[in-house]
Nanobody
Framework: QVQLVESGGDLVQSGGSLILSCTNLGRQFGLYDVAWYRQVPGKERELVGKITSEGLTEYRDSVKDRFTISRGTTVNTVYLQMMNLKPEDGGMYYC?????WGPGTQVSVSA
């Protein structure tokens, strides 16, 4: 019923921008909250931010004013817009919906 897939990860220079997409191939997101996480080798997966079905968002302090989560005009897609990227923003980014996770998309930021 739920199958998540992320896309948009790439290698960018410091200060660059990326837009990640999370698509639910199995169904519409509906009323569920959608969250973005990221993880680097040797560290725990950390919450980047989340968005409710009403469009309310929350972000970890280190990405506030640089990252924006939004729901697309299509009901099965959520975006993570990342601006002014820093090397420490690099990592595997995952989309989360309840107990479901996508396979991740890699983001790398060079100095």
């Amino acid at each position: 019923q739920v199958q998540l897939v992320e896309s948009g990860g790439d290698l960018v220079q410091s200060g660059g921008s990326l837009i990640l997409s999370c698509t639910n191939l199995g169904r519409q997101f509906g009323l569920y909250d959608v969250a973005w996480y990221r993880q680097v080798p040797g560290k725990e997966r950390e919450l980047v931010g989340k968005i409710t079905s009403e469009g309310l968002t929350e972000y970890r302090d280190s990405v506030k004013d640089r990252f924006t989560i939004s729901r697309g005009t299509t009901v099965n897609t959520v975006y993570l817009q990342m601006m002014n990227l820093k090397p420490e923003d690099g990592g595997m980014y995952y989309c989360n919906l309840g107990i479901h996770w996508g396979p991740g998309t890699q983001v790398s930021v060079s100095a």
